[in-house]
């Protein structure tokens, strides 16, 4: 009996042991009715090893924004709501030179690398201050532009870059992606035109935040350069921006293309960035046309910019950002405005509050528009 007793428990003993293996390396664990009594059998599931080890999970998204950086990852949704090409490029710059990766291997081993490269399933994860940074590409149609010219406008764009730094905290900076085709005839210009805008019309630059390409028509090297700027200036308004109000977007590409603030890079550059002649007409009409009131400035519509006030418009645009850049309280006016956008990057602008946070509200933003117009 003894001997028949014996047997039997060492051969259940082997089918427990037998089964326990095979179970094991299928991946599971099993527990046989038989033993249950005697043994305690845990699942090994991802719960219960995190709950028993001081390593946190990795986070499988990350956050659009937190207190300490602007946003570096956003939904496909806000890409398209701020100008997604012109943000995604930007951002490839900035994960690629400012990012602490980490991926886990097939091993389940963790791994982290400042180059995003190093694992294709690589989720950015601590992030270093970000520098605004461009990267310039200049290709040509039905033209062959001399090679100055891309020096010239890079070395342009730099001080342009360096007027925006002194307007931003390092922290809301994003680098700029530029894109520029110039075109050497019309018709290389509107078959541009009817690629990325939709239309063609009679203009000589436009800047596609769809696309993320500006393209210029090349008449000749001065007048292609002074457009060039102009439309950089809105690739770097989207990049760092998003959408904007209008008399900000354009106010800002057309004093940065301005002969009199060109001017003032003159000594600083190599080239001759305006002639003598471009000068002396800028300061014509420096303060010249029609006044218009900050509300009509403000409040303008598309039908305003696009019919018989477009020049108008144009015009109190750029004076009213040489304005604002001629006084220490304009200055601050433009921090806080370029600050705020870049915080609502997203977002729909709102720039009354920083308008109305100038030195005495509104109303003597007002008034000291119009008496610097008069003067």
Request: glycine share 4%; aromatic share 10%; with cysteine.
């Amino acid at each position: 009996m003894e001997s028949r007793l014996s047997r039997f428990a060492l051969t259940v003993t082997l089918i427990a042991v037998i089964g326990f293996i095979v179970s094991h390396y299928n991946g599971q664990w099993i527990s046989i009715p038989i033993l249950s009594d005697f043994f305690t059998v845990t699942e090994n599931t991802p719960e219960s090893l995190t709950s028993n080890s001081d390593i946190s999970p990795l986070p499988q998204t990350i956050k659009t924004r937190s207190t300490e950086h602007h946003e570096f990852e956003m939904s496909s949704e806000q890409h398209r709501a701020c100008g997604s090409l012109t943000v995604t490029q930007g951002l490839e710059v900035k994960k690629r030179d400012n990012g602490i990766y980490t991926w886990v291997d097939d091993k389940g081993i963790t791994h982290f690398s400042d180059v995003a490269a190093a694992g294709k399933k690589s989720l950015l994860t601590q992030y270093s201050e970000p520098q605004y940074s461009f990267d310039i590409e200049i290709n040509s149609i039905a033209t062959n532009p001399p090679p100055f010219l891309r020096n010239k406008l890079t070395t342009t764009l730099k001080h342009i870059d360096a007027e925006f730094r002194q307007f931003l905290p390092k922290r809301e900076l994003l680098p700029i992606k530029i894109d520029l085709i110039l075109a050497g005839s019309a018709d290389a210009y509107q078959d541009l035109q009817r690629k990325y805008s939709n239309s063609v019309s009679a203009s000589q630059g436009f800047y596609s935040s769809r696309h993320n390409v500006a393209a210029v028509l090349h008449h000749n090297d001065l007048q292609a350069f002074r457009t060039a700027v102009h439309e950089s200036v809105h690739v770097m308004n989207a990049g760092q921006f998003g959408s904007t109000p209008r008399w900000f977007n354009e106010g800002l590409a057309e004093y940065f293309e301005s002969p009199l603030y060109l001017k003032q890079l003159n000594d600083k550059s190599q080239f001759q960035l305006a002639t003598s002649r471009q000068i002396k007409v800028a300061r014509k009409n420096y303060k010249s046309g029609k006044y218009l009131s900050l509300t009509k400035l403000f409040n303008a519509t598309d039908a305003d910019w696009n019919g018989s006030s477009r020049n108008s418009l144009y015009q109190n645009s750029r004076q009213f950002i040489q304005f604002l850049m001629s006084s220490s309280k304009g200055r601050q006016t433009l921090n806080t405005l370029f600050t705020q956008f870049s915080e609502q990057r997203c977002d729909k602008k709102t720039p009354m509050p920083a308008l109305k946070a100038y030195p005495g509200g509104m109303r003597k933003l007002e008034q000291d528009w119009l008496k610097w117009r008069k003067s």
